[in-house]
C-alpha cells in the first residue's frame, strides 16, 4: 500500500535522539532545555516572526494559542467545520463557544464573507485553517478582524512550506499553530509549535506551558504540562532542515498528478496560486457532481489496488454527535457538499515516479 501519509526519518535524526539520551537533559521543569531553545530558534526564523513556543501537540499549541489570544468563557470564535476535530477542541477548551462557518468551494477554507455575516457584539477571535496546506485568504480576514477587533489564530496544523504572498503561512496571524505529528510534512512523532510576533502573547503561551509558572511553584495563571521534551527538540530541528526538500518533492509530486489528472473532466483538481504556494500536505481532488456513495466507491476500489487515498473529512464537526447536541444543528452547505465530494492521494516524499504514475493511470481507469 502507498500510505497516504509516511514519517521520513534518517539516520541523523536516530543519532540526535541518542545524542540526547546520553547526555541529556530529557527535559526541562520550564519548558526550555537546549534543543528545544534551539528548536525555538530556528522555527521562528522558519516562520519569519520572532516568537516561537514549542509544545507537545498541535492540539496544545491551539489550545494555549486560543487562551493567549484572550479568548474567555461564553466567547464566540469563528471557525471553519471542515478541519480535524482539534480546531473546535482548542475554542471549547479554552470556554470559548464554537462558531462553525461555512467554506469557499474553491479551496476549502474558510470564506471570508461567511466570517463577515458570524460576526456579533460576542465574537473575540476566528480560526482560520489552511486546510490540506493550502493558506487561507489571510488579508480578507485581517480586513474584518481589525475591523471588529478579534484576535486571529490560524491553524496553520498542515502548512508548513506553504506561502501567502511570500511570507510563510501563519505569518500575517496574531499566532500560528503547527503540528508536529507523524503524519505532518515534518514530525516529532507527537509535537507543535506557536509561532508568534508579539511578546506578550509569547509570554503568555509560556506561561500556559508551564502550570503558569515563570518560577517554580509560583502559578501566574492557569496552565497545564504542554512541554516539548528534548528528544522531540532534537528530532525537530534535523527534519527542519530538510523541511524544503520535501516540500520540493512534495510540488514534483503534485505537478506530475496534475499533469495526469487533467484529463479527466469529472475531478476538481487543487488549487495553487502564485501569491499562496501549497503545502502539499494533502493533494486533494473533487468528483465533481457525485452522487451517493461514489467518492467511497472510488476510495475503496484505490485502497485495493494498493493506493491509500483518505477522504478528509467525511464528518465536519458541527455534524459530530457531541458537537451537535451541545451547539445544535447548523446548516453549511458547501461544507456538507465538499465532505460528500473530496478524497486526497499520496503526494509524501516517499511516493516515487512510477507510483505517481500508476495512482494517475489507475484513478483515471476507474473514473
Ligand atoms: C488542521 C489540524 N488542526 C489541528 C491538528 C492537531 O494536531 P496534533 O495532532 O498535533 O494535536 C491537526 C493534526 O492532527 C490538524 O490537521
Not at 19 to 34: H, N, Y
Not at 139 to 157: G, M, N, P, R, T
Not at 320 to 346: C, D, H, I, N, W
Amino acid at each position: 500500500m502507498i500510505p497516504i501519509n509516511l514519517p521520513l526519518i534518517g539516520e541523523e535524526e536516530i543519532e540526535a535522539v541518542v545524542k540526547v539520551m546520553r547526555s541529556g537533559p530529557l527535559t526541562s521543569a520550564l519548558g526550555v532545555g537546549p534543543m528545544v531553545t534551539q528548536f525555538e530558534k530556528n522555527f521562528a526564523a522558519f516562520a519569519g516572526v520572532k516568537h516561537a513556543v514549542a509544545v507537545n501537540t498541535g492540539t496544545a499549541a491551539l489550545h494555549a494559542a486560543v487562551v493567549a489570544a484572550g479568548v474567555k468563557q461564553g466567547d464566540e470564535v469563528i471557525l471553519p467545520s471542515f478541519t480535524f476535530v482539534a480546531t473546535a477542541e482548542a475554542v471549547v477548551l479554552a470556554g470559548g463557544k464554537p462558531v462553525f462557518t461555512d467554506i469557499d468551494p474553491e479551496t476549502y477554507n474558510i470564506s471570508p464573507e461567511a466570517i463577515e455575516k458570524n460576526v456579533t457584539e460576542k465574537t473575540r477571535a476566528i480560526v482560520p485553517v489552511d486546510l490540506y496546506g493550502f493558506s487561507v485568504d489571510i488579508k480578507a480576514i485581517k480586513k474584518i478582524s481589525s475591523e471588529h477587533d478579534l484576535a486571529v489564530v490560524e491553524d496553520a496544523a498542515q502548512a508548513h512550506g506553504a506561502t501567502y504572498a511570500g511570507k510563510p503561512a501563519g505569518f500575517f496571524a496574531d499566532a500560528a499553530c503547527w503540528s508536529l505529528y507523524a503524519s505532518k510534512n515534518i514530525t516529532t512523532g507527537e509535537g507543535g509549535v506557536v509561532t508568534t510576533e508579539s511578546d506578550e502573547v509569547a509570554e503568555t503561551l509560556r506561561l500556559i506551558r508551564t502550570h503558569g509558572e515563570k518560577v517554580k511553584y509560583a502559578s501566574l495563571m492557569l496552565g497545564y504540562n504542554y512541554r516539548m521534551s528534548e528528544i522531540q527538540a532534537a528530532i525537530g530541528l534535523v527534519q527542519l532542515e530538510k523541511l524544503s526538500n520535501f516540500v520540493a518533492k512534495r510540488r514534483e509530486n503534485a505537478k506530475k498528478l496534475n499533469s495526469l489528472l487533467e484529463a479527466s473532466n469529472r475531478l476538481k483538481l487543487p488549487m495553487e496560486l502564485e501569491e499562496r504556494q501549497h503545502s502539499w500536505y494533502l493533494y486533494t481532488v473533487r468528483l465533481e457532481n457525485a452522487v451517493g456513495k461514489e467518492r467511497n466507491k472510488i476510495v475503496e476500489e484505490l485502497q485495493k489496488k494498493g493506493i491509500g487515498a483518505v477522504a478528509y473529512y467525511v464528518n465536519p464537526v458541527h455534524q459530530m454527535p457531541y458537537y451537535r447536541e451541545t451547539y445544535g444543528e447548523r446548516k453549511l452547505p458547501e461544507t456538507e457538499k465538499a465532505a460528500r465530494q473530496v478524497f486526497s492521494l499520496p503526494v509524501h516524499p516517499g511516493v516515487s515516479e512510477a507510483q505517481v504514475n500508476y495512482i494517475g493511470k489507475t484513478l483515471l481507469e476507474l473514473l
